[in-house]
């Protein structure tokens, strides 16, 4: 574990992408093959089962620590993380032991069918030989959730440094359905036969957003526009007479997707696309907020299945006929796609993503200005020589979005973030007048710069009016721009109205409370945008 | 029937009717007893200043020229109808607790205080008392310091690993108090210490005190940056990442704090590394002191007083929180102060 842990601080401590590499390299290169392995499952969001409830993790801790419950309680909120603080109150170990990452894995592991008793022992006992940094992260081990700021592509860049395998190479191996508990290093990193399972999808290929001049891209003729869609990026696998759909956050959503099993029945095996998961009705594809009910939904009732059935708009053809396809151009992509879609019926439930024609930039813009009438969120540009890359590359892929709907708002309450911005107030609720009251209508957390978030925190503080746990409420004084990508009618809030990624644009110190929008100006924008 | 209290919480401070003086008030007042230095303890604008003789040459430095008399740890003055007495607090040098009595009544303001020895500040020593007033910076049980022994160790290995790639190790610290204590704990032998100038300010002042310190190179515009690669540099956390520490080309920074222990903040201070040492006392320090001065009454101030004060009386005592300027709980006042 200690290893671990110094590959852990040398992470957490640095902010600079090099040294994270150079550390995790090293790591690679020298921890044993099934520590490596569990390193890569455990940054890239897998985790051992939860064999202990949390609760019980407080309790045994607390107790250990001499401390009642309550005080435990008011100490978590301002660690802001349950891990570390078990870790911090503990008293200090009484010897301390060097078992790997994995004997602490399996350890648990072993806990899993224990009475609690002999569970608590043996908490409690490798709580009494780690130091509080290991203690950190074998609590972290039951919790889950390491948040060190290491992506995939900072990992797969790591693995290609430490095993000289190419990034995309490697990207492509993490993908997937892999299980820490059942693959080995060598099989999963090393092995020949890396496509084995039939299940391992592409990974995505990210568009950057377009701030500049769209002019700026070129001819137009060298680019590709489709419209962006306001679904789920996903990818559908059919390989084996098998289907699988994956997000692009690499969650298998198979399942929740039973409509897309009769891809099948239209398309090869040995076919992969990628396109957008959108609601589709009357030949049309539908909004977000048609789709939202789907989302989360782990099994479909009949019902739902026929009020929002799911379709996959194709945008691109990664695999055709078993052969990667990714390293070919777009235009010779899309034209296999064209051709894979032509005879498609009207019920599969793939669709063939348009291309829209334009001669010029100013042509594009002016249709990009009517994305929301077709239920798209802006324009995506795609270079028409361009293979599928791997991951956020710039250059290739750009989003052209429209400009976020926005609206003024007063900020009514106030509570701590959570992790790094566990000390300032970074969570907000804002409020739009109706009438002479003002009426909350969404929270927000992100947007504002740590200096700003500063400056409000000290202002919270000398403005609270009253205190609900951890929320503050404060005296209504700031107005914010907030910026939202849709607006959706919704019974569960007070305002009536649910906005779609709130965050903060700007902090308008420019305004005062009196100048906040209203209750009426978001139904409006309900009426036209809803 | 009832009397008022030989100490009071006033809207000024602390104030004693029976000797007509304030303990660190916040307000211009007459007579000011002053437990140490910092800035949120020894304001501008009194009439008189009491303090520790050790104390005395820093506050000139801070204040300018000021009225102040001076006592020696232990010396007991009669101020109106109250005895005084200033006993070490161990905070920074010169920092005392300062003890109250009228009649068989005894009150203690610690001001701040640490437990362990830094080897510069007259080690703290308990006072017993009936009533005790106790800051509570780090009253929380998730603060336990290490021996500062361990720290001194994690940090001169940090250096010489920035002086081994040719960077310069930037520290960030208090100018008052915590530098010198970081100093003391420096290994010359690494390379050489640079200085800011508030920090050798207060450097030079303590020398003439007779207080031995490391060899130290004041960092101003005259010096060879590159001459220095490999060399330390203690700084305000102000001057982190400034223009003036930028000359030196590369760096790594580091801050040496209390609030360190925890990830969020030391991940949100975006240094290369934390350090967790505090010139206050952590939460088992905090519970040992107060027992040790056999106080049935405490008054909680600075830090987080709420929860402290709680748990006080959970375990018996008869504990109250009373008023700080400030609110306490915030980090991002110089935990130092
Ligand atoms: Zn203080
Ligand atoms: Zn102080």
Known sequence: ????????????????????????????????QEDRLWTVAL????????????????????????????LFDECYPIVGDLAET??????????????????????LKSLADVEETDCKTAILNAWGQLDTAQRFLFNKLITGGFRVGISQKLITRALAKSTGQSEAELAHRLMGKWDPTTTTWHDLIEAEDASADASRPYPFCLAHGLDGDAADLGP???????????????????????????????????????????????????????????????????????????????????????????????????????VDLRAHPLQYRRALLERACADLSDDAPVRLSPIIPFKSWKDLAEIRSDA????????????????????????????????????????????????????????YTFAVWNGNDLVPFTKAYSGLSDEEFRKITAWVKKNTQQRFGPVRQVTPHHVFEIAFEGIQASSRHKSGVALRFPRMARWRQDKSVQDANTLDDLNEMLAIYG | ????????????????????????????????????????????????????????????????PIDVETVAYGQVLTIGDAQVSFHPAGHVPGSAQIRVQVGGEIWVASGDYKIENDGLSTPFEPVECHHFITESTFGLPMFHWQPQSVIAAQINAWWASCAANDQTAFLGAYALGKAQRLLSMLNPDIGPILTHTAIENTNVILRGQGTTLP?????????????????????????????????????????????????????????????????????????????????????????????????????????????????????DTSEDA
Request: glycine residues 8%; contains cysteine; hydrophobic residues 40%.
């Open chain 1, 220 to 322: 137009p003729a060298d680019w590709q526009a489709e419209w962006k869609w306001d679904g789920i990026r996903g990818q559908l696998i059919l390989r084996d007479g098998q289907y699988f759909v994956w997000s692009r956050g690499e969650e298998l959503m198979t399942d929740r997707f039973p409509e897309l099993s009769r891809a099948i029945d239209y398309l090869p095996s040995g076919t992969v696309l990628d396109g957008e998961l959108l609601v589709w009705r009357d030949g049309h594809p539908q909004s977000f907020n048609a789709l939202q009910k789907r989302v989360g939904r782990k099994t479909v009732p009949k019902k739902l299945l026929n009020d929002a059935p799911v379709i996959l708009y194709a945008y691109d053809l990664l695999e055709w006929g078993g």
């Open chain 1, 86 to 107: 078990i870790s911090l109150i503990l008293p200090p170990p009484r010897r301390l032991s060097d078992h790997s990452l994995s004997f602490w894995i399996k350890y």
């Open chain 2, 215 to 331: 060899d130290t190179i004041l960092a101003d515009g005259s010096i060879d940056h590159k001459v220095y690669k490999g060399a330390l540099v203690l700084a305000p956390p102000s001057a982190l990442g400034s223009a003036w520490a930028r000359k030196f080309g590369a760096q790594q920074t580091a801050f040496a704090s209390g609030w360190m222990q925890m990830r969020g903040v030391r991940r949100r201070r975006a240094g290369d590394r934390g350090f967790v040492i505090s010139d206050h006392a952590d939460w088992n320090g905090l519970l040992s002191a107060i027992k040790d001065t056999g106080a049935e009454n405490i008054y909680v101030t600075h830090g987080y007083t709420d929860i402290f004060a709680r748990h006080l009386n959970d375990i018996g005592l008869n504990a109250q929180v009373v008023p700080t300027q400030f609110e306490g709980e915030t980090l």
């Open chain 1, 372 to 427: 929301r009438n077709h239920q798209a969120e802006g324009l995506m540009l795609k270079r028409g020589d361009s293979p599928y890359r791997v991951g956020r590359k710039k250059g290739d892929w750009w989003k052209w979005k429209l400009d976020p709907l926005s609206i003024d708002a007063v900020m009514i309450y106030a509570q701590s973030g959570h992790g790094r911005r566990a000390n300032l107030f970074t969570d």
């Open chain 1, 1 to 32: 574990m200690k290893q671990f842990a110094t590959l852990f601080a040398q992470l957490d401590q640095s902010t600079k992408t090099n040294t994270k590499v150079a550390a995790l390299a090293d790591y690679f290169s020298t921890a044993a």
């Open chain 2, 1 to 64: 029937m009832t009397r008022t209290p030989l100490l009071t919480f006033t809207p000024n401070g602390i104030y004693c009717p029976s000797g007509d003086f304030y303990i660190d008030p916040w307000r211009p007042v007459r007579r000011a007893l002053i437990t140490h230095g910092h800035a949120d303890h020894a304001r501008a604008g009194h009439e008189h200043y009491l303090c520790t003789d050790l104390a005395a040459p820093v506050m000139r430095h801070r204040l300018g």
């Open chain 1, 43 to 70: 940054f890239s969001g897998r985790r051992p089962k939860r064999s202990i409830t949390t609760t019980k993790l407080s309790k045994w801790a607390a107790e250990l620590a001499e401390i009642p419950d309550w």
